[in-house]
């Protein structure tokens, strides 16, 4: 007799509470997570409905270009790391920003792809106060798959220590490397903008973050390459993310979704152009045969990886949050530390505007 969907439905739920129950024994053995709080929850009965278009209104487009409320104190610090993506910010706290500063921040974000700002208060302010500031930027996403904070499915959890291998299994287990390029949730129908990410227990050496700027890794192809490129369109799935989920006894909170996007994409603020497609989540190139689609994503995902004169690589400390445009960036995590060491941060997803095409 096949079992029934409510034997599933527990089997399921015990494997998901025996995996954190040894996410917990592991932490008690190790003296604990710092914020044991933003542990990552999993429940499969959470579920929501599907994500629903809303009306967007970038909060960059009011603000001072001349940024007085974000950069105007006499103790802030800037230093630039690169032309193209990155600055590091010392002497401002996010959490005190006024609605004025926090447009600010979101063109700033903008113009420089990617902050860095160091010796924030931000992860001590706790979950209500760090959700109102990224609804500054939009409506955040709610992860279908990701462990969340219980009682705010807003987070999504990063989490890894001597008990938890998901991130290279994820990725694949035969792999030379753990370095996946991608743009966050790119599968919405309203991909996301400005995204904050702090770290809560970070490894000694290493943990990093490297980004690439999608604008300059447009400028770089050829006039006429460019020409060819805008105007085509790609599909983005959340398919092979949910059922890696199910796979493992975890939640799928929504169906997963496929969307369509421009392969070339304008930002609504700085009006730059930007390639907008990612090893992650791109899995196809619309009206192309697959060996043709294979073979032009191929080129693109090289150019991206092998850029290395426009990457940066976000290092982090004790109070670091990195804040940055997922429209005009991707990025991957840098699996270069031990095994027992445990990393742990949290990410807000504020969704932007469906893809504009170039």
């Known amino acids: 007799m096949a079992p029934s969907v409510a034997d599933h439905s527990q089997n399921t739920t015990e494997t998901v509470t025996s995996e954190v129950l040894k996410l917990q024994l592991n932490n008690a ?14 429940d499969v009965n959470e579920k929501f409905p599907p994500t629903e278009i809303f009306e967007f209104t970038d909060p960059a487009l009011k603000a001072d270009p001349k940024k007085p409320n974000l950069l105007g104190g006499a103790d802030v610090k800037v230093n630039h790391l690169t032309p193209y993506l990155g600055t590091e910010i010392s002497g401002v ?7 004025e500063g926090l447009a600010e921040l979101g063109l700033y974000t903008a113009e420089r792809k990617v902050l860095v700002f160091r010796d924030q208060d931000f992860k001590d302010i706790g979950p209500e106060r760090q959700i109102e500031i990224a609804k500054t930027f939009g409506k955040i996403q ?12 807003e987070f999504h959890v990063v989490y890894r220590d001597g008990s938890d291998s998901s991130f290279r299994e994820y990725n694949g287990s035969n792999r030379i490397n753990n370095t996946q390029w991608h743009s ?34 447009y400028n770089r192809l050829s006039p006429e390459f460019q020409k060819r490129l805008e105007g085509l369109k790609a599909v983005h799935s959340a398919v092979y993310q949910a059922d890696f989920a199910r796979a493992r006894g975890g939640p799928v909170r929504r169906e997963p979704v496929e969307s369509i996007h421009p392969l070339v994409r304008r930002h609504p603020v700085t009006g730059e152009k930007a390639l907008y497609v990612n090893q992650g989540f791109t899995r196809s190139i619309v009206g192309f045969k697959d060996e043709e689609s294979e073979y032009l994503l191929k080129f693109l995902y090289d150019h991206i990886a092998k850029g290395a004169d426009f990457h940066i690589r976000a290092t982090y400390q004790p109070g670091t949050v990195v804040v940055w445009d997922n429209r005009l960036t991707v990025h991957s995590a840098v699996d270069d530390f031990a095994d027992n060491v445990r990393r742990h941060a949290v990410r807000l997803t504020p969704q932007a505007e469906i893809p504009i095409p170039a």
């Open 184 to 217: 966050d949730i790119s599968y919405e129908k309203q991909t996301p903008g400005t995204t904050l990410f702090w770290i809560l227990d970070q490894p000694e050496t290493g943990g990093s973050t490297l980004f690439s700027s999608q604008v300059e890794a």
């Open 29 to 42: 053995q190790n003296k604990g997570p710092s914020y044991p709080a933003y542990l990552p929850h999993f």
């Open 142 to 153: 709610i992860h279908p798959t990701s462990g969340n904070v219980k009682g705010y499915p």
């Open 93 to 99: 706290q996010i959490s005190q920003l006024s609605k």
